[in-house]
């Protein structure tokens, strides 16, 4: 994207808050700041900005902090009306003077600090992308507490007394669950802590079951959406809804991502020295999107044979297994990114 002082006229920064958002008005060639304000962050808010900004004349943009935050209201206004948008993940904050720190002042940084910038991000938008940013993280919610729950019921057993650890002794996670969900705690003259033990797994059980139970609906939900918003992504070899729906929301929609080098962190950093040719992990980008990746590599390497052959290829050559997996994650990020951009008819997995 060219410089946004080359392509408007005037450049509104915003500093988004829960309750309140600042903006200010910055001409982009005079660099003056015209105007600054602060309203709600809610619909009477948002027109009270547009009338701001329409009592100057010219073409005009908006550089949102927390577009996909606390702007996130603001942003799907704007897109709504047409307006022009840019995204700042996080505006260069030089040391303060004199301890120098306000919502205005943040905002004509935004304004000022987008248009220095020669590259720029706009906003994720789209129903089906929201809808399944909300589902994933719900689903991730459920996940994690599961899993808590499931190193609490196992810690448990190895603490309870003797009659009891015996009924788990020998079995998986799994049949522990079972187990635990079926116990009861017994009559009331059992001792104090047999009784609370049996009642304790039990209830952990029970929740360990409703966790998964939630988990499950989510990722129903999400592979509902995935197919009928882009299914050519699960005709991709390692591409399930979870993983497909990560994908989705990190790009968002046709044009957001420049080149496929921005799509995901995913490109090797040079970490050579001397004969010795090295590549390190590069650790910026979605890291969400990164970890999918992974996914899709694990996945390949076990049931693709292309995938494998490569792999055995460049072992041959002195690379190693995280080497080998750095290139496949910036082939599949490149491969993604074509399909996203354009997809196919058809793509085919080998298993």
């Not at 940084?109 to 719900?138: C, V, Y």
């Not at 808590?148 to 788990?168: G, H, K, N």
Request: aromatic share 4%; net charge positive.
């Amino acid at each position: 994207m060219s410089m946004l002082a080359e392509l408007v006229e005037l450049i509104i920064g915003v500093d988004t808050h829960a309750d309140t958002h600042t903006a200010a008005l910055v001409a982009t060639g005079s660099g003056a700041l015209l105007a600054t304000i602060t309203v709600p962050a809610d619909a009477d808010g948002y027109a009270q900005l547009l009338e701001l900004a329409e009592t100057r004349s010219g073409l005009r943009a908006w550089a949102i902090e927390g577009a996909g935050g606390y702007g996130a209201g603001l942003t799907r206004h704007l897109a709504d009306t047409a307006e022009l948008v840019v995204e700042l993940d996080r505006p260069v904050r030089p040391a303060r003077r004199a301890g120098a720190k306000s919502d205005v002042i943040d905002a004509e940084r935004a304004a000022r600090d987008a248009l220095a910038r020669t590259k720029l991000a706009a906003p994720k938008t789209g129903p089906e992308r929201a809808a399944l940013q909300a589902l994933l993280t719900a689903r991730r919610s459920a996940v994690d507490a599961a899993t808590t729950a499931q190193r609490q019921l196992r810690a448990l057993v190895i603490t309870v007394p003797e009659p009891v650890r015996a009924r788990f002794r020998g079995h998986s996670t799994r049949e522990m669950i079972d187990i635990a969900s079926r116990v009861r705690s017994g009559a009331a003259t059992t001792d104090i802590e047999t009784f609370t033990a049996l009642s304790t797994l039990r209830t952990l059980a029970r929740r360990i079951r409703a966790l998964q139970t939630e988990a499950d609906e989510h990722e129903r939900a999400i592979r509902t959406i995935v197919r009928s918003w882009r299914p050519d992504l699960l005709e991709l070899c390692g591409v399930g809804p979870i993983v497909a729906a990560i994908v989705l929301t990190a790009w968002s929609h046709t044009g957001r991502c420049r080149s496929d080098a921005a799509f995901a962190g995913a490109a090797p950093i040079p970490a050579s020295s001397g004969k010795t040719v090295r590549y390190r992990l590069n650790r910026s980008g979605n890291r969400q999107l990164n970890r999918a990746l992974h996914t899709i590599v694990l996945s390949r390497l076990q049931y693709d044979p292309d995938t494998r052959a490569y792999a055995e290829k460049r072992r041959s050559k002195g690379k190693t297994d995280r080497e080998i997996k750095r290139c496949l994650k910036r082939y599949i990020a490149r491969q993604l990114y074509r399909q996203l951009e354009n997809p196919p008819t058809s793509a085919v997995c080998a298993a």
